[in-house]
């Protein structure tokens, strides 16, 4: 079984910063089999971004995704005050996926 | 529009039965897999299982296997995530998905339902 970590676990920014966020996986993730979703608060998730770096439809361009392997990066470049939310991503190589426990990026 | 629209909040008690729905519009229901993701307090997300509407086939996740069953009705593009005998650690927000791919298991999860909230107290 596949465990993603991610980190930090929550991150302090301001509007307008650069926002990385982290999720490695314990086993190496198959192809390009990885997704982050962002939960606002009250809100069901939605998914941003799968295949590592293809963004969803309705996902704004300043959010892009990278990496390989088992380390992988969602970035935000410039942030707008909705963007603080939770942030989680999966490794969906494997029945039902696997989530990582989440990174909160807060003002 | 691709939607899922899950059925409204419950309050039961501990030992009670219970059977929430997902109801899915503008795309072919029987063409993707449909799951189910619980949410507790404040926590992560879990993927609880998922079935296939064209044949009804239904995978659990081990954490969950015996303790739910889910099913789908295909003439109503409906799903279902079903609970015999409650327990008030079932107390959580539970949210229907759709698989972002046809046919296949292994894809993302999208989109998602609104979530149900379901609460379980004596």
């Known amino acids: 079984e596949s465990v993603l970590t991610q980190s930090p676990g929550t991150l302090s920014l301001s509007p307008g910063e650069r926002a990385t966020l982290s999720c490695r996986a314990s086993q190496r993730v198959t192809s390009t089999y990885l997704a982050w979703y962002q939960q606002r608060p009250g809100q069901a998730p939605r998914l941003l971004i799968y295949?590592?770096?293809s963004r969803a439809t309705g996902t704004p361009d300043r959010f892009s995704g990278s990496g390989s392997g088992t380390d992988f990066t969602l970035t935000i470049s410039r942030l707008e005050p909705e963007d603080f939310a939770m942030y989680y991503c999966?490794?969906?190589?494997?029945?039902?996926?696997?989530f990582g426990q989440g990174t909160r990026l807060e003002i | 529009e691709v939607q899922l629209v899950q059925s409204g909040a419950e309050v039961k008690k501990p030992g009670e039965s219970l059977k929430i729905s997902c109801k899915a519009s503008?795309?072919?229901?029987?063409?993707?897999?449909i799951g189910w993701v619980r949410q507790m307090p404040g926590k992560g997300l879990e993927w609880m299982g998922i079935v296939y509407p064209s044949d009804s086939d239904v995978k659990y996740s081990p954490s969950f296997q015996g303790q739910i069953i889910i099913s789908a009705d295909k003439s109503i593009n409906t799903a279902y995530l079903q609970w015999n005998s409650l327990k008030s650690s079932d107390t959580a927000m539970y949210y229907c998905?759709?698989?972002?791919?046809?046919?296949?298991?292994?894809?993302?999860?999208?989109?998602w339902g609104q979530g149900t909230l379901v609460t379980v107290s004596s």
């Open positions: 295949g590592v770096s």
């Open positions: 998905v759709r698989h972002g791919g046809k046919w296949t298991t292994l894809t993302w999860f999208g989109p």
């Open positions: 503008g795309f072919s229901f029987t063409d993707y897999w």
């Open positions: 999966q490794q969906y190589d494997i029945l039902g996926g696997a």
